[in-house]
């Protein structure tokens, strides 16, 4: 079965500090990944898109890590801010298949 | 661009009423999709369209229809609301799949009691 596993479920850093929130898959063979980010109360915008041929992508402080072998992504948030406390989602769309894949999430607090 | 827009924002039902969720978007993006949110569950697809007069289901379709008249709605319906679909409901749109940004609406929160 097509699953996205996520971890840690939350984490708690200090402002300024960096950290990395890990997704692990079992899609296979898949299109693209994706990382979002969900402020409470809000829909998830999106962060980074990865096709299965890109290995990192980049979006400000973010960025966004995909090794194929491994079925693993990562993101890296540097120089953490009060902003950045949400919930970060990782999602994989299957090749084939319509039916887009969702992680349940990390939700990450910043403390100032 | 407005983007995605949902209405309403809040709704609260009574068991057995039946209500439509609304999402338009003015992208004209073909791909439309909804999901519910539930507190430790991510993101899951109810229903999708690939273009107007296309729909097909996704991992949680029961009690839920829909239908894509238009390139621009995609209207969800509670056909008689159950308690157990008290949600945080999100419509969300895209070119495609294929690597295309997914823009998601504000998000309707339901209450079934």
């Known amino acids: 079965k097509n699953q996205v596993e996520q971890s840690p479920q939350s984490l708690i850093i200090l402002e300024g500090k960096n950290c990395t929130l890990q997704c692990n898959y079992t899609v296979s063979p898949f299109s693209n990944l994706r990382w979002y980010k969900q402020d409470t109360g809000r829909g998830p915008v999106s962060l980074t898109i990865m096709t299965f041929s890109e290995n990192t992508k980049s979006n400000g402080r973010y960025t966004a890590t995909l090794d194929a072998d491994t079925k693993q992504s990562s993101l890296h948030i540097t120089a953490s801010q009060l902003s950045d406390s949400a919930s970060y989602i990782c999602v994989v769309t299957p090749q084939r298949d319509d039916k887009i894949i969702f992680g349940k999430g990390t939700r990450l607090h910043i403390l100032p | 661009n407005a983007g995605v827009t949902q209405t309403p924002k809040f709704q609260v039902l009574k068991t057995g009423q039946s209500m439509t969720l609304q999402c338009a978007q003015d992208m004209n993006h073909e791909y439309m999709s909804w999901y519910r949110q539930d507190p430790g569950m991510g993101l899951r697809l109810i229903h999708y369209s690939v273009g107007a007069g296309i729909t097909d289901q996704g991992e949680v379709p029961n009690g839920y229809n829909v239908s894509r008249s238009t390139t621009e709605d995609f209207p969800l319906r509670l056909l008689s609301a159950a308690p157990s679909q008290t949600s945080v409901y999100f419509c969300?749109?895209?070119?495609?799949?294929?690597?295309?940004?997914?823009?998601f609406g504000p998000g309707t929160r339901l209450t079934v009691t």
């Open positions: 969300a749109s895209s070119w495609g799949t294929d690597s295309y940004e997914q823009y």
